[in-house]
């Protein structure tokens, strides 16, 4: 229960919904409770109407009148000046009957306030917390997300949020409508006869030990269940978003196998739990039954043996009260099992709110304006989730304007050089210095919106081509999209597409080439047109027609321009001012292509190589 602490500020927010949704729920039960003694009185005045009529000395207290509610008494203060002297009962009993229905309508309207706005009020709960949730998620940094799946995160926001509604919304409407009903309907039968209610209330005690039980096992089983919930939609995840793989490997029948194992899983624990919870409403029933019984019995000994203590109209609304405690007594295991669903999805949900971004802009951090002047001092940089050290003492530095590559066989280090200059990472000794100003003291959010980054691993949203190329700036006009996809010589085959800029390219851009992605993914980073440029390994997936024509667009594009371009190949037709060869995190050359040739080292071996291929790819 202490996890759902972290709920109090959503109630609070909200609490004038809750205070008005409690006090319609109050009145609401105020009035169900009114009807057992309206019945109550019209049961004892049919009664003594017959007696008179038989001629028999009635056992009805008339002192039974004053223990019922002041309304209800006005109520019958009312009809015995207006009706008493009249012959005819049925007026009684048709005015008695006619207040029951209004009773029950003003009831029911209440209900519906009630629903209006607990109901509502989860909603709107429900609506913030996933925001909140999807908000802490973009401010997690890069290490959070090699720790965790995909389908673990979404199970969290979806699965985990709705149970979490069920107790901001029903659970904590039962929950009140149970008080109410059971404190309104205890004060009255006290009031009425406290030995009676007394018997008719022994089984309670019994009820709240097996909840208690039941609830410890409810709490362990629905932790276990969540988890699973996530595993499996993590395994749903990766088999959609693998689905060519799979196929291509013929691996349909080994992954659904995968998948029922886990769901079988899945299935054996939530009907264990469902098995749990069905021991609730038989036992509900039972003592309900039980409490039925003691008051008829009991009830009946005291009207047979002891007529002016008790009359058929006590019994009756004692019988009408336990059957009204029926459902909010039957609902304690229904809402107790709501109420441990959410505590065990809310600590969940705690684990990834209270987990604090390593990777955040300091309250002291500047805004500064990049002009491309970089320097790398002594810095060292693991990977704290595999521990592989992937730069060593690395010491660089990059003046404004000029053109570097960063050349290196696959796991030297290079994609790290681009990930610490966005500040995905925190170096781990060392420094970065931009404009000669710690990387570290600068505005997070400054900082990358000033670099135009071409990533590794291309990533497209499912959405029109026009908006992935357009989605690191603000109110992207055509001319400014149809630029850059020229600039990423992509613009053509934009054109043969059904609806050219505006066709969805689906899930991940699964609908393009590889090429194609590579293109549009460096259009939406020429789009933002800033002053620091980083493409790490992006021409990879081009042919190498395409991978001239891109790279002559980019010797104008990039003038004036700070550009890092990090590749495994050599571009002998691109001009660097210098091309820094990484070699296990380390710099094991550096200086112009003609420099490094003279060398007749690592970097003219690769040329060599790459010459070799060429040739021989012609």
Avoid at 126 to 140: I, P, R, S
Avoid at 209 to 228: C, G, M, P, R, T
Avoid at 469 to 495: M, R, T
Wanted: include cysteine; hydrophobic fraction near 40%.
């Amino acid at each position: 229960m202490k996890h759902l602490k972290a709920l109090n500020k959503y109630f609070w927010k909200y609490r004038v919904r809750l205070g008005i949704g409690a006090l319609f729920i109050i009145i609401s039960n105020y009035f169900a409770v009114l009807a057992p003694q309206v019945t109550s009185f019209i049961i004892d005045h049919v009664q003594k109407s017959i007696d008179d009529t038989r001629g028999v000395v009635t056992s009805v207290s008339q002192n039974h009148d004053r223990e019922y509610d002041v309304l209800v008494v006005g109520f019958i203060d009312w009809i015995k000046k207006n009706f008493y002297q009249d012959s005819d009962l049925s007026k009684v009993v048709i005015l008695c009957g006619i207040t029951i229905l209004l009773l029950a309508l003003l009831r029911g309207f209440f209900m519906f306030l009630m629903r209006q706005t607990i109901i509502v009020m989860s909603r709107h709960i429900e609506y913030d917390q996933k925001n909140e949730v999807f908000q802490h998620y973009q401010q997690l940094d890069t290490s959070f997300y090699k720790t965790h799946s995909t389908g673990d995160l979404m199970s969290r926001m979806a699965e985990d949020v709705a149970r979490v509604r069920m107790f901001t919304g029903p659970a904590i409407m039962y929950l009140i409508n149970l008080v109410a009903l059971i404190s309104l309907s205890l004060f009255f039968m006290l009031k009425k006869d406290v030995e009676l209610t007394a018997y008719v209330l022994a089984p309670l005690p019994v009820l709240a030990i097996s909840i208690y039980y039941v609830n410890s096992i409810i709490n362990k089983k629905s932790e276990k269940i969540q988890a699973l919930l996530a595993n499996l939609t993590t395994n749903a995840q990766e088999s959609y978003s693998g689905i060519r793989v799979i196929k291509s490997f013929v691996q349909e029948k080994a992954m659904l196998g995968f998948f029922e194992k886990n769901s079988e899983e899945y299935k054996k624990n939530a009907i264990g739990l469902s098995k749990v919870e069905s021991l609730y409403f038989p036992s509900m029933a039972l003592l309900i039954g039980l409490s039925t019984l003691l008051t008829i019995m009991i009830g009946g000994y005291y009207y047979i043996y002891y007529p002016a203590r008790m009359s058929l109209g006590t019994i009756t609304e004692f019988v009408i009260y336990i059957n009204m405690l029926t459902f909010p007594v039957s609902a304690i295991g229904w809402t107790a099992s709501m109420i441990q669903r959410a505590a065990a999805s809310q600590k969940r949900l705690n684990e990834f709110l209270n987990t604090d971004p390593t990777i955040y802009s300091l309250a002291s951090a500047d805004k500064i304006d990049l002009k491309g002047n970089i320097e790398f001092r002594a810095v060292d940089f693991t990977y704290s989730h595999t521990g592989i050290e992937a730069l060593k003492n690395f010491n660089l530095s990059i003046k404004k304007g000029e053109k570097v590559a960063v050349i290196g066989r696959t796991g030297s280090g290079k994609s790290t050089v681009a990930q610490l200059l966005l500040r995905m990472f925190d170096v781990t000794n060392g420094r970065i210095e931009l404009e000669g100003k710690d990387i570290r003291d600068i505005d997070l959010r400054s900082l990358r919106e000033q670099v135009s980054y071409v990533p590794q691993d291309v990533f497209l949203f499912s959405d029109t081509v026009a908006n992935n190329i357009s989605f690191g700036i603000q109110d992207g006009n055509k001319i400014q999209v149809e630029k850059a996809a020229v600039e990423a010589s992509v613009h053509k085959e934009i054109l043969g597409f059904t609806e050219q800029y505006e066709t969805l390219i689906g899930e991940r851009g699964v609908t393009l080439s590889g090429g194609q992605k590579q293109r549009i993914s460096i259009a939406r980073a020429l789009i933002k047109n800033h002053g620091l440029v980083i493409f790490d390994d992006c021409l990879s997936a081009v042919d190498a027609k395409t991978e001239n024509e891109i790279i002559g667009n980019l010797y104008e594009y990039l003038e004036n321009r700070t550009a890092i371009i990090i590749t495994h190949r050599i571009f002998s037709l691109f001009h660097f001012d210098k091309i820094v060869v990484i070699e296990d995190g380390q710099i094991v050359e550096q200086g112009t292509h003609e420099e490094l040739l003279s060398l007749n080292g690592y970097y003219t071996e690769l040329y060599n190589r790459q010459q070799q291929q060429d040739s021989q790819s012609r």
